[in-house]
């Protein structure tokens, strides 16, 4: 597995998988409730047959858009169910 931290020990915000958030302390992860109901949507409508750019639309319908606004892009949403199927 990648490390996620830099030499220090501490979680780079950058780093950090979608679904979850650095702690206050900066060593930890917590899950994000938030993006972990948009995670189990996107897989929901993966497991319903829905294509990614579909899913992307689906979720800016609902107002489930991306940490820093904007459309989902296809290609994230494959690396975002990838990472998520994979932790």
């Known amino acids: 597995a990648m490390c996620r931290t ?3 020990g501490v979680f780079s915000a950058s ?3 979608y679904g979850w958030r650095v ?4 060593a930890h992860l917590e899950a994000d409730p938030a993006e ?3 995670l189990a949507e996107m897989r929901e409508l993966r497991a319903a047959g829905l294509s990614l750019r579909a899913i992307g639309a689906a979720l ?3 107002g489930m858009l991306p940490r820093r606004g904007g459309v989902w ?3 994230t949403l494959r690396a ?3 990472r998520a199927a994979a932790a």
Do not use: F, S, Y
């Open 73 to 75: 892009n296809p290609k």
């Open 60 to 62: 800016a319908e609902r």
């Open 23 to 26: 702690t206050d302390d900066g």
């Open 36 to 38: 972990q109901a948009v």
């Open 80 to 82: 975002v169910l990838r």
């Open 15 to 17: 780093l950090r998988m």
């Open 6 to 8: 830099n030499a220090c």
